[in-house]
């Protein structure tokens, strides 16, 4: 028989997979085509639309390559989920900045400060962001909005699990410190990277921020 966890793993896993599918429709490829483009067989794509596989980081960062919104696919989190305070700070960062901010950034940053009201609304505001760290992560995202997503979106693809609760509650000050430090270690070594990528670079930089973590489960390689 199986218990509560199970179930919502299960749940987890098929919710999961029709973001996948709504997110390889969005971008304007089918199965096949999207299998082909991984490098993967199409009954592999269609087990993990179904939620009978759960695809694997490398996955994941090739599927991010061809344009899939991977923070939704894991998370199923969009700005319109978040509470009305973090819309306010959207406006009015919106008409603050209407020109030259990335708008992967602005949604990364609104989905961990709304992140971080819904903890505090239902928790209490130690689980929730303190300012000074708001504000570091606003002028991060504002200022330097490519390489702040990208150190977001590399800590959100290794530590999704270590960043989760069972109920699916996101870790906002683990996630806020890992992006820190994955972003402060890629100042202080980007002048040695061979790579042009910003991507592949800090994609680097944060492996070796969750593997310095010897409480977070390691990336695979």
Same mark, same amino acid.
């Not at 793993?9 to 299998?35: C, Y």
């Not at 919106?94 to 505090?120: D, R």
């Not at 150190?151 to 609760?165: E, N, Q, R």
């Given at each position: 028989?199986?218990?509560?966890?199970?179930?919502?793993?299960?749940?987890?896993?098929?919710?999961e997979? #029709?973001? *996948?599918?709504? #997110?390889?429709?969005?971008i304007?490829? &089918?199965?096949?085509? $999207?299998?082909?483009?991984?490098?993967?067989?199409?009954?592999?794509?269609?087990?993990?639309?179904?939620?009978?596989?759960?695809?694997?980081?490398?996955?994941?960062? %090739?599927?991010? #390559?061809?344009?899939? /919104?991977v923070?939704?696919? +894991?998370?199923?989190?969009?700005?319109?989920?978040?509470?009305?305070?973090?819309?306010?700070?959207?406006?009015?960062?919106? /008409?603050c900045?209407? /020109?030259? $901010? !990335?708008?992967?950034?602005?949604?990364?940053l609104?989905?961990?400060?709304?992140?971080? !009201?819904?903890?505090?609304?239902v928790?209490g505001?130690?689980?929730?962001?303190?300012s000074?760290?708001?504000?570091?992560?606003?002028? *991060? %995202?504002?200022?330097?909005?490519?390489?702040?997503?990208?150190a977001y979106?590399a800590?959100?693809?290794?530590?999704?699990?270590?960043?989760?609760? #069972?109920?699916?509650?996101?870790? @906002?000050?683990?996630?806020?410190?890992?992006?820190?430090?994955? +972003?402060? *270690?890629?100042?202080s070594?980007?002048?040695?990277?061979?790579l @042009?990528?910003?991507?592949? /670079?800090?994609?680097?930089?944060?492996?070796?921020? @969750? &593997?310095?973590?010897?409480?977070?489960?390691?990336?695979?390689?």
């Amino acid at each position: 028989m199986k218990t509560k966890i199970d179930l919502y793993l299960v749940e987890s896993s098929r919710k999961e997979g #029709e973001r *996948l599918k709504n #997110e390889r429709i969005r971008i304007g490829l &089918n199965q096949a085509e $999207f299998a082909e483009r991984l490098g993967i067989h199409k009954n592999t794509q269609t087990n993990y639309e179904n939620g009978k596989r759960k695809p694997s980081n490398e996955y994941y960062a %090739a599927a991010a #390559e061809l344009g899939i /919104n991977v923070p939704y696919v +894991i998370t199923g989190n969009t700005i319109l989920d978040f509470p009305k305070k973090a819309a306010e700070l959207a406006y009015r960062v919106f /008409n603050c900045y209407k /020109n030259g $901010f !990335n708008s992967n950034a602005m949604s990364a940053l609104f989905f961990m400060i709304g992140s971080s !009201n819904l903890n505090e609304e239902v928790d209490g505001k130690d689980d929730a962001l303190h300012s000074i760290d708001m504000d570091t992560l606003v002028r *991060l %995202a504002i200022e330097r909005g490519e390489e702040f997503y990208e150190a977001y979106s590399a800590i959100t693809l290794y530590c999704h699990d270590d960043l989760h609760s #069972e109920d699916d509650k996101l870790n @906002v000050a683990l996630m806020t410190n890992l992006i820190f430090e994955t +972003i402060n *270690l890629y100042d202080s070594v980007k002048d040695q990277f061979s790579l @042009v990528s910003i991507h592949d /670079n800090m994609r680097l930089v944060a492996q070796q921020v @969750v &593997n310095s973590h010897s409480e977070l489960k390691k990336p695979s390689k």
